[in-house]
């Protein structure tokens, strides 16, 4: 590995994720909050959950910034092939355009994105924290990542504030719990953008869009084409198809099915 590539933006930011993460443990374990109340007592299982917790959400973190977010093959593969034929057969199927940078034929819900420079399936956004795209393959863990996070972040939160133990002179207080303080505003900051976030991305999930067709569903043909989301199906099929991926099948082929049963809808109304 060349030297200079140790300094790319991917290896930074989580270079940076992973020592905040673990510098903000740190000060918990090092002030006098529960975490140490709880080692004097001899309860080691909730500092031992806690730190589990913390381990897992950096996992879960590495786990979706790290893999393929369902990029879109530049040389398909016989199996992919097979499929385009058999969506190309999908009565009245949008149709399919061709990306003008990287020059794939993309799927439904694809999109390129200039910061990874690929097509990905099911486009989501990018997110510059992960430094990856989200999208068809790691979107469910990054759900997953931000429930668990939040998690972390609530149970850190409340583990600072029990530590914060105010006296005056103010000036003696500030110098012994200033840095305290500091992950006590951190937590509350990461853990209202955490909790936004779950809750928007459990909404677009319920509902089968992504951020990118909810922001910029004027400008998407196969969503100017129908009013409301051609991929709603409800809440229970919603749910199992995002974590389960069950009913299997391609986007195009859903779109047509729900294309036929609105002209059914509106021929049954005539």
Same mark, same amino acid.
């Given at each position: 590995m060349a030297p200079w590539a140790l300094l790319s933006p991917g290896v930074l930011v989580r270079s940076g994720h992973t020592v905040l993460t673990w510098g903000i443990t740190l000060v918990l374990f090092l002030h006098d909050t529960a975490l140490r109340q709880w080692e004097e007592q001899g309860e080691l299982l909730l500092p031992?959950?806690? *730190?589990? !917790? &913390?381990?897992?959400?950096?996992? =879960? +973190? /590495? #786990?979706? %910034?790290?893999?393929?977010?369902?990029?879109?093959?530049?040389?398909?593969q016989p199996q992919e092939e097979v499929k385009e034929e058999?969506?190309?057969?999908?009565?009245?199927?949008?149709?399919?355009?061709?990306?003008?940078?990287?020059?794939?034929?993309?799927?439904?819900?694809?999109?390129?994105?200039?910061?990874?420079?690929?097509?990905?399936?099911?486009y989501d956004h990018h997110c510059p924290w992960m430094e990856n795209c989200v999208g068809e393959r790691n979107?469910?863990?990054?759900?997953?990542?931000?429930? *668990?996070? !939040? &998690?972390?972040?609530?149970?850190? =939160? +409340? /583990? #600072?504030? %029990?530590?914060?133990?105010?006296?005056?002179?103010?000036g003696l207080w500030l110098r012994s719990s200033g840095l305290l303080l500091a992950t006590f505003l951190l937590l509350s900051l990461f853990s209202l953008v955490a909790g936004l976030l779950l809750a928007s991305h459990l909404y677009l999930v319920a509902s089968n869009t992504t951020t990118w067709?909810?922001?910029?569903?004027?400008?998407?043909?196969?969503?100017?084409?129908?009013?409301?989301?051609?991929?709603?199906?409800?809440?229970?099929?919603?749910?199992?198809?995002?974590?389960?991926?069950?009913?299997?099948?391609?986007?195009?082929? =859903?779109?047509?099915?729900?294309?036929?049963?609105?002209?059914?809808?509106?021929?049954?109304?005539v």
């Amino acid at each position: 590995m060349a030297p200079w590539a140790l300094l790319s933006p991917g290896v930074l930011v989580r270079s940076g994720h992973t020592v905040l993460t673990w510098g903000i443990t740190l000060v918990l374990f090092l002030h006098d909050t529960a975490l140490r109340q709880w080692e004097e007592q001899g309860e080691l299982l909730l500092p031992l959950t806690f *730190l589990l !917790l &913390v381990l897992g959400s950096l996992l =879960l +973190y /590495l #786990a979706v %910034s790290l893999m393929d977010p369902g990029y879109v093959n530049v040389q398909p593969q016989p199996q992919e092939e097979v499929k385009e034929e058999q969506t190309a057969m999908v009565p009245q199927a949008v149709p399919l355009r061709r990306c003008r940078y990287c020059l794939v034929l993309q799927p439904l819900r694809a999109r390129h994105c200039r910061e990874c420079r690929r097509c990905v399936r099911r486009y989501d956004h990018h997110c510059p924290w992960m430094e990856n795209c989200v999208g068809e393959r790691n979107h469910p863990l990054f759900v997953a990542y931000l429930a *668990l996070q !939040l &998690v972390v972040l609530l149970w850190g =939160l +409340y /583990l #600072a504030w %029990s530590g914060l133990h105010f006296f005056q002179p103010w000036g003696l207080w500030l110098r012994s719990s200033g840095l305290l303080l500091a992950t006590f505003l951190l937590l509350s900051l990461f853990s209202l953008v955490a909790g936004l976030l779950l809750a928007s991305h459990l909404y677009l999930v319920a509902s089968n869009t992504t951020t990118w067709e909810f922001i910029s569903s004027h400008r998407i043909a196969y969503l100017r084409q129908r009013p409301g989301n051609p991929f709603d199906r409800g809440l229970t099929r919603n749910l199992a198809h995002f974590f389960c991926g069950w009913p299997s099948g391609s986007w195009e082929t =859903l779109w047509a099915e729900g294309e036929e049963e609105g002209e059914e809808g509106s021929s049954q109304a005539v």
